[in-house]
């Protein structure tokens, strides 16, 4: 956590905790003196990796040390015959991850602010459709081309409150979570077809009218923008998605909001 603030980032204990648990096994921690001074962990989705919280102390930068991190997390993954490895890139970390062999893939955006009131409009209610999970999930691997299943049944657990889904009498079109950060609400993820995400995205304007929040919206899903823009929203940074391996083909139309940088 005090790398994480160190670099302004939005994670909270929950977060990491989810990582570890999510793959104990590909995290790491880098030492200098016996104090820690880096970290990186990776999660594996049978042939896809993600790798996130790329974090090196401010104080011991330019030695390599973000270097030996990502060489030892690729290793991993590599003894496992992972084919395609991911993450989401800051400008300060693309350099290094493109002399590993990383290739820009596609851009997000990060739009931040406080939500504006807005007309009241219908809202969508909680879901409560016990043993139907896996309806989402197969949407979920549908649209990201991962079989994210053990990320997204986590967040269920963690955050089912925030669940909103659209279904129709064809199954469900949508669905979309949101969590606390340390500084703004993570909204997303959202994966849904044109009028689902319409309208998830505006019930959770709705809904969190008022509050800090932070979502991560491919650049080229120019309906997404138009509708956080509405809500007072403007963008912060940009991150870059970058592939290792044979490309993970997304639907970035169904991909609304993104479920962060640390996980995709």
Same mark, same amino acid.
Request: proline share 6%; net charge negative.
């Given at each position: 956590?005090r790398?994480?603030?160190?670099a302004?980032?939005?994670?909270?204990?929950?977060?990491?905790?989810?990582? *570890?648990?999510?793959?104990?096994?590909?995290? *790491?921690?880098?030492?200098?003196?016996?104090?820690?001074v880096?970290?990186?962990?990776t999660?594996?989705?049978?042939?896809?990796?993600w790798?996130?919280?790329?974090?090196?102390?401010?104080?011991?930068r330019?030695q390599?040390?973000?270097?030996?991190?990502?060489?030892?997390?690729?290793?991993?993954?590599?003894?496992?015959?992972i084919?395609?490895?991911?993450?989401?890139?800051?400008?300060?970390g693309?350099?290094?991850?493109e002399?590993?062999? *990383?290739?820009?893939?596609?851009?997000?955006?990060? *739009?931040?602010?406080?939500?504006?009131p807005?007309?009241?409009?219908?809202?969508?209610?909680?879901?409560?459709?016990?043993?139907?999970?896996?309806?989402?999930?197969?949407?979920?691997?549908?649209?990201?081309?991962?079989?994210?299943?053990?990320?997204?049944?986590?967040?269920?657990?963690?955050?089912?409150?925030?669940?909103?889904?659209?279904?129709?009498?064809?199954?469900?079109?949508?669905?979309?979570?949101?969590?606390?950060?340390?500084?703004?609400?993570?909204?997303?993820?959202?994966i849904?077809?044109?009028?689902?995400?319409?309208?998830?995205?505006?019930?959770?304007?709705?809904?969190?009218?008022?509050?800090?929040?932070?979502?991560?919206?491919?650049?080229?899903?120019?309906?997404?923008?138009?509708?956080?823009?509405?809500?007072?929203l403007?963008?912060?940074?940009?991150?870059?998605?970058?592939?290792?391996?044979?490309?993970?083909?997304?639907?970035?139309?169904?991909?609304?909001?993104?479920?962060g940088?640390?996980?995709?």
């Amino acid at each position: 956590m005090r790398l994480k603030d160190q670099a302004g980032w939005n994670q909270v204990n929950r977060d990491w905790q989810r990582l *570890f648990d999510l793959q104990p096994d590909g995290c *790491f921690v880098a030492e200098f003196d016996g104090r820690p001074v880096g970290t990186v962990v990776t999660c594996r989705f049978e042939q896809v990796a993600w790798v996130a919280m790329m974090l090196v102390d401010e104080a011991y930068r330019g030695q390599g040390i973000g270097r030996k991190l990502m060489t030892r997390a690729i290793e991993e993954l590599d003894r496992h015959e992972i084919r395609s490895i991911r993450l989401d890139a800051t400008p300060f970390g693309q350099p290094l991850y493109e002399s590993l062999g *990383f290739a820009p893939e596609s851009t997000l955006i990060r *739009f931040a602010g406080i939500l504006s009131p807005v007309v009241e409009n219908e809202a969508i209610p909680a879901w409560n459709q016990p043993g139907r999970e896996h309806e989402l999930l197969a949407l979920d691997r549908e649209v990201t081309g991962t079989d994210r299943g053990a990320l997204i049944a986590r967040l269920f657990a963690e955050h089912g409150e925030s669940l909103r889904v659209v279904e129709t009498d064809q199954g469900v079109k949508g669905f979309l979570m949101s969590r606390p950060g340390s500084n703004s609400r993570q909204i997303g993820p959202c994966i849904a077809d044109e009028t689902a995400g319409r309208r998830l995205l505006a019930d959770a304007g709705r809904r969190y009218a008022g509050e800090p929040v932070v979502i991560d919206i491919p650049s080229s899903h120019d309906q997404a923008i138009e509708i956080v823009e509405a809500l007072g929203l403007k963008p912060l940074r940009q991150l870059l998605r970058m592939g290792r391996g044979p490309r993970v083909i997304e639907d970035l139309s169904r991909l609304w909001a993104s479920a962060g940088p640390e996980k995709g």
